[in-house]
T-cell receptor, first 113, second 114 residues
Framework: DAGVTQSPTHLIKTRGQQVTLRCSPKSGHDTVSWYQQALGQGPQFIFQYYEEEERQRGNFPDRFSGHQFPNYSSELNVNALLLGDSALYLC????????????FGDGTRLSIL | AQKVTQAQTEISVVEKEDVTLDCVYETRDTTYYLFWYKQPPSGELVFLIRRNSFDEQNEISGRYSWNFQKSTSSFNFTITASQVVDSAVYFCALKKGSNYKLTFGKGTLLTVNP
């Protein structure tokens, strides 16, 4: 039973560029959430997708956008990259109920030069 | 507003010692959920436990146990007879009942030395 898978594992970009990160949820899960984890900090909620729509959003600028596909996989897009966007980006999947635990992938390490 | 405080930034113990990781939360909601996650160096957050606000019964799973006390807004995690493989960063997290967002603490780095 495959867990949450994310790609790529590592990514290096320069300021001003755009990036797309990908996530496949755990089998049977229909909800995907994205988190940003800066070094030495806890993960911060970016947004959650359910039924191909953004269901809830955290305190992140519009440069952060996402998409969910009919097969429940998801993408996180970040435009106009800033040095401060360097972080580990974690994808989590769950069943749709608000009380369901979220299961995380290994993350994508994004470095901005 | 929700907040999770993990006052212990780092803890170092010797193998076989018991260790307790503290978690204090703040929320105005009556329905909420508390979680603990483990993050080994690989980066993946591993789900350990979920408790809802109406269930204060303590839970034990092998060497792991959790103590939930609403009176002190705490949800502490104890590892009995720690092992080197327990070395990781542990996060406590809170979610409001009608919400989908997890609010994490800053984590506690646990190092178990042989």
């Amino acid at each position: 039973d495959a867990g949450v898978t994310q790609s790529p594992t590592h990514l290096i970009k320069t300021r001003g560029q755009q990036v797309t990160l990908r996530c496949s949820p755990k089998s049977g899960h229909d909800t995907v959430s994205w988190y940003q984890q800066a070094l030495g900090q806890g993960p911060q909620f970016i947004f959650q997708y359910y039924e191909e729509e953004e269901r809830q959003r955290g305190n992140f600028p519009d440069r952060f956008s996402g998409h969910q596909f009919p097969n429940y996989s998801s993408e996180l897009n970040v435009n106009a990259l800033l040095l401060g966007d360097s972080a580990l980006y974690l994808c989590a999947s769950s069943l749709s109920g608000s009380n369901q635990p979220q299961h995380f992938g290994d993350g994508t390490r994004l470095s901005i030069l | 507003a929700q907040k999770v405080t993990q006052a212990q930034t780092e803890i170092s113990v010797v193998e076989k010692e018991d260790v307790t990781l503290d978690c204090v939360y703040e929320t105005r909601d009556t329905t909420y959920y508390l979680f603990w996650y483990k993050q080994p160096p690989s980066g993946e957050l591993v789900f350990l436990i979920r408790r809802n606000s109406f269930d204060e019964q303590n839970e034990i799973s092998g060497r792991y146990s959790w103590n939930f006390q609403k009176s002190t807004s705490s949800f502490n995690f104890t590892i009995t007879a720690s092992q080197v493989v327990d070395s990781a960063v542990y996060f406590c997290a809170l979610k409001k009942g009608s919400n989908y967002k997890l609010t994490f603490g800053k984590g506690t780095l646990l190092t178990v030395n042989p």
